[in-house]
């Protein structure tokens, strides 16, 4: 019996987590567990739990709840709604009308997406551990291949200006839609704000602003220490990677002779191994791509959809404008190939992309589904596809302009021309600083917010849905790298193969 597809066995693992998730929402809806009149509820403070909530806890109602010692309050939305955590799951203390409830969120379902989570989180794991060293001996391998620097300068003037104008692009559609739907005037803001989500401490900081991004972006691209930025955790060194990549394979060929020979040798011999155990790691990409589209799809109440519902259909309809439109025409007309048919040749790393939400993660498989399956040379993908997991965020750059005009709108603030095109401006900048992780968008989005100075704490609003359209624009992202590398590599005179061999790990 012929074994699946790589890329069909991620797709039947993406439907099949959805399919056991989205159904599990319907066993984790809130179920109210007391319900008191507004005037006998308890006076409740952030902090560890007062005698008033002692004995809210200790009503025959309550009484099967188990808290842990030093069971703390934590206060989700100023004045109407507060968590305490117990022992199996989180406790809702809120205001309803006229009553105050308090109610729990269906224990097992979530439980379910945790451990799914958990399984997608090693995969995800796996592959952040090859990323540094597969991005330096590839980045080396492939400057040091041709023994010479002659076209590394206009590589990465080219690469870099067509990252930067189809990040505008992505923008000026984000904000086009946004002006043609309005969503923040279809939503009405108690409901939202009922379905918002507390920051994530260390989320909201403010006093960034733009110089600073820039500033930080160049600063951090040095590496202090290269074998500490080879082993950043949490791969947001990898700027510092690439330099440090550049400089080596460039002094390299400076130095030339027999040391340049061997250390040529040297690092085309890792990146051969770095690929193969690249390959090996992909095998299990469903399971990684199962747990993750569980924890997606039954980690939240379908519920937030509806307060959010204008705003997530206005990011989803530019995110897929600027993914089956803009980028499928650049791709025809610069890189002359087929749009459809290098998307199923990439399809392996975007239905990776979609299920991890990570274009660092998804970087190992990226490369690899362009090498092997697209046949585009290392010398080009080894440079334009690590960048664009760093600074090119298209996706992100859309996302963070609409959510902004978006958290505007619905709180009662509509902003003009002007500023609109300071929003552009900032999230086109905010975009290149995102680090290629899990909501890094959400994080700038502050920069934004600060830019045309509407507070910060709108953030909020808009975190209950930002995991499915996190998924979703990190496709685009990861599209948009692609992309990038077909028409730089038509632009270095690179032609399409009429046929590749699709490597037999892949397949």
């Not at 900081?205 to 500490?228: C, D, H, K, T, Y």
């Not at 259909?313 to 791709?331: F, K, N, Q, R």
Request: charged share 15%; glycine share 10%; hydrophobic share 50%.
């Amino acid at each position: 019996m012929r074994r699946l597809k790589l890329h069909h066995q991620i797709l039947i693992a993406m439907v099949l987590g959805a399919g056991v998730g989205l159904p599990l929402n319907i066993f984790a809806g809130p179920r109210t567990l007391l319900s008191l009149p507004r005037e006998e509820a308890p006076t409740i403070q952030a902090g560890p739990l007062s005698a008033e909530l002692d004995a809210l806890f200790s009503r025959p109602e309550l009484a099967h709840i188990r808290l842990p010692d030093g069971a703390h309050v934590i206060e989700e939305r100023a004045g109407k709604r507060w968590r305490v955590e117990g022992r199996r799951e989180p406790y809702a203390l809120r205001y309803v009308g006229e009553s105050f409830v308090v109610q729990s969120g269906g224990y097992w379902p979530r439980t379910v997406a945790y451990y799914g989570k958990k399984v997608g989180d090693l995969f995800l794991r796996l592959l952040s551990m090859i990323v540094a060293p597969l991005i330096l001996c590839s980045l080396v391998s492939g400057i040091t291949s041709t023994g010479k620097l002659e076209g590394l300068g206009r590589l990465g003037g080219r690469t870099i200006v067509f990252y930067l104008c189809t990040s505008m692009m992505a923008i000026l559609t984000g904000i086009v839609l946004f002006n043609l739907i309005n969503p923040g005037r279809h939503a009405k803001l108690d409901l939202v704000e009922e379905a918002a989500e507390a920051p994530v401490t260390g989320l909201v900081v403010e006093g960034r602003g733009v110089g600073e991004i820039l500033w930080n972006q160049l600063f951090n691209m040095i590496p202090s220490n290269p074998f500490a930025a080879l082993s950043d955790p949490s791969n947001t060194s990898i700027l510092g990677v690439i330099f440090f990549a550049l400089m080596l394979g460039v002094f390299i060929i400076v130095v030339g002779g027999e040391s340049g020979t061997r250390l040529t040798r040297l690092f085309s011999a890792g990146f051969d191994v770095m690929m193969r155990m690249t390959l090996f790691i992909i095998r299990l990409a469903p399971l990684g791509v199962l747990g993750y589209m569980l924890y997606a799809s039954a980690g939240k109440g379908l519920d937030v959809f509806v307060a959010l519902g204008w705003y997530v259909v206005t990011v989803a309809a530019g995110l897929s404008i600027h993914c089956l439109l803009t980028m499928p025409v650049l791709l025809y007309l610069l890189g002359r190939r087929s749009p459809h048919e290098y998307a199923r040749q990439m399809s392996p790393a975007l239905l990776t992309a979609f299920s991890t939400a990570s274009s660092n993660g998804t970087l190992p498989l990226t490369m690899t589904c362009v090498e092997k399956r697209a046949g585009i040379s290392n010398r080009v993908s080894s440079f334009v596809l690590p960048l664009g997991a760093t600074i090119n965020m298209d996706g992100t750059a859309l996302y963070e302009a609409a959510a902004v005009l978006f958290i505007g709108q619905v709180m009662g603030y509509e902003l003009t021309f002007t500023q609109q095109a300071i929003v552009a401006l900032t999230a086109l900048i905010a975009s290149i600083g995102a680090a290629g992780i899990p909501h890094a968008g959400t994080v700038m989005m502050v920069v934004v917010l600060s830019a045309v100075n509407l507070p910060i704490e709108g953030v909020g609003l808009i975190l209950a849905v930002d995991r499915p359209l996190d998924m979703y624009r990190t496709v685009v992202n990861v599209w948009g790298d692609m992309t990038a590398c077909a028409v730089v590599a038509r632009l270095e005179g690179e032609s399409p193969p009429e046929t590749v061999e699709a490597s037999a790990e892949l397949d």
